[in-house]
């Protein structure tokens, strides 16, 4: 597997403002990472994949102006929600897969509390 | 878009009894896994099922894959408190995997 750290694990801002949140491969090499969008109770709603010196790749629907992600390095990918509304409150969740059959290996979470 | 159903939404159930839960699709996926998701936390992967008719244990924990790669179980005996969570099973298409809705799991003491 691949052990995975996310930073913050809470985050409270203002509305306008910008968050960054960091995703970090400790101990895998990761030319890949997800990022996922949760709802209370629901499911994970990847949002784009994070792809290593190269642009990300959106789902449909997910404003690649509003959620920046960078992936500078092969151990960290980040992701900056700009102008930041409390409708983007949500819990942001990170991803590598080493690749064997696709597994997924996650961070802790950023519980993202815009007000 | 390859669609992944889960059911029960919901289950509650007391310490020592069984459950099982179901995710299907219209679609044959290359792989499918089950992972548990505890509250505040990200989701930790249970097992990956690759093959049709495949049978995989994790203790209390039995998982199955239906012959034609569309369907799979979860099926916990003898449940205790430290299994209540959010089971989630995705599905790999590609690159990328598609989850489920999720079936919210309470184990009363």
């Known amino acids: 597997g691949a052990v995975v750290s996310q930073h913050p694990s809470r985050v409270i801002c203002k509305s306008g403002t910008s968050v960054k949140i960091e995703c970090r491969s400790l101990d895998f090499q990761a030319t890949t990472m997800f990022w996922y969008r949760q709802f209370p109770k629901q499911s994970l709603m990847l949002m784009a994949t994070s792809n290593e010196g190269s642009k990300a790749t959106y789902e449909q629907g997910v404003e690649k102006d509003k959620f920046l992600i960078n992936h500078a390095s092969l151990t960290l990918s980040t992701l900056t929600v700009t102008s930041a509304h409390p409708e983007d409150s949500s819990f942001y969740i990170c991803?590598?897969?080493?690749?064997?059959?696709?597994?997924?290996?996650f961070g802790q979470g950023t519980r993202l509390t815009v007000v | 878009t390859q669609l992944l159903e889960q059911s029960p939404q919901f289950l509650s159930i007391q310490e020592g009894e069984n459950l099982t839960v179901y995710c299907n699709s219209s679609s044959v996926f290359s792989s499918l896994q089950w992972y548990r998701q505890e509250p505040g936390e990200g989701p930790v992967l249970l097992v990956t099922v690759v093959t049709g008719g495949e049978v995989k244990k994790l203790k209390r924990l039995t998982f199955q894959f239906g012959d034609a790669r569309k369907d799979s179980s979860l099926h916990i005996t003898a449940a205790q408190p430290g299994d209540t969570g959010l089971y989630l099973c995705?599905?790999?298409?590609?690159?990328?995997?598609?989850f489920g809705a999720g079936t919210t799991v309470t184990v009363r003491a």
């Open positions: 995705a599905g790999a298409d590609d690159y990328k995997l598609s």
């Open positions: 991803s590598v897969s080493t690749g064997y059959n696709t597994e997924a290996f």
